[in-house]
């Protein structure tokens, strides 16, 4: 069944129950996500994405589109900016020393909001690395707890997680199932270090293999490559 909703006034037609924040890519109207990617199931995790539906603040990946909707993608445009200030904020992030520089998702969505400097206090997060595995690394004071990795890499014999969560609240980090890692093929090892948005996951030897200039957002921008369907 088809609806009718707005956003940002431009009037849209949709299948029912579509998520928004592809109708929104499907009519030329970028939103920034973080922990979404199309095609997968929603983990909700990082907010970024926040819009006004009906006056109403929501994640835009977690709303099936209904008749009469009316969205407002940038009236939160300040939490947005905010939301990512934190997330820069609770990591250690030096971009122009990152292997991901050029490449990370949270850069680029830092330069969408327009961000300059995180107006909240930096937390400097002291947490160990994970370099025991032969093939991949983790950089963890880099991690925002997007949850892609926990939820979408996993051992292909036996299905288990590969990547998981330890502790709770200020001492949460990733950790990663080391004897699980190490049965991960080099293809798994590259789409794993694809699939974090930030320079969490690295995949060893290779660090600065794209040399700056022909990095994937410096060839084209987040905005284009979703607007053109690529997912991220
Ligand atoms: S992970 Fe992204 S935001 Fe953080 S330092 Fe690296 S390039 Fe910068
Ligand atoms: S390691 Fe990367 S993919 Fe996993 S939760 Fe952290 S940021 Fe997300």
């Avoid at 909700?44 to 589109?65: D, F």
């Avoid at 990733?174 to 049965?183: E, H």
Wanted: with cysteine; hydrophobic share 35%; aromatic share 6%.
């Amino acid at each position: 069944m088809s609806v009718n909703i707005t956003i940002d006034g431009l009037a849209v037609r949709a299948d029912a129950g579509d998520t928004l924040v592809d109708v929104a890519a499907d009519n030329g109207v970028y939103i920034p996500t973080l922990c979404y990617q199309r095609g997968r199931p929603c983990l909700g995790t990082c907010r970024v994405c926040s819009v006004r539906v009906n006056g109403n603040v929501m994640a835009a990946c977690t709303v099936p589109v209904a008749d009469g909707m009316e969205v407002e993608v940038n009236d939160p445009a300040d939490m947005r900016k905010a939301l990512v200030e934190l997330l820069f904020a609770e990591g250690n992030h030096n971009c122009p020393s990152c292997e991901k520089s050029g490449r990370c998702e949270l850069q680029v969505v830092g330069y969408e909001v327009g961000m300059m400097v995180s107006r909240f206090p930096y937390r400097f997060p002291l947490r160990d690395r994970e370099t025991r595995p032969k093939k991949i690394w983790l950089e963890n004071d880099r991690c925002i707890f997007c949850q892609r990795c926990v939820e979408f890499v996993r051992d292909r014999e036996t299905g288990r997680r590969i990547f998981s969560i330890d502790h709770r609240g200020s001492r949460s980090r990733i950790v990663m199932d080391v004897a699980l890692a190490d049965r991960m093929s080099d293809q798994q090892v590259r789409e794993a270090a694809e699939l974090c948005p930030v320079g969490c996951i690295l995949q060893k030897g290779l660090g600065y293999n794209d040399p700056i200039g022909r990095r994937r957002f410096e060839v084209r921008r987040l905005r284009q490559r979703v607007l053109e369907g690529e997912g991220q």
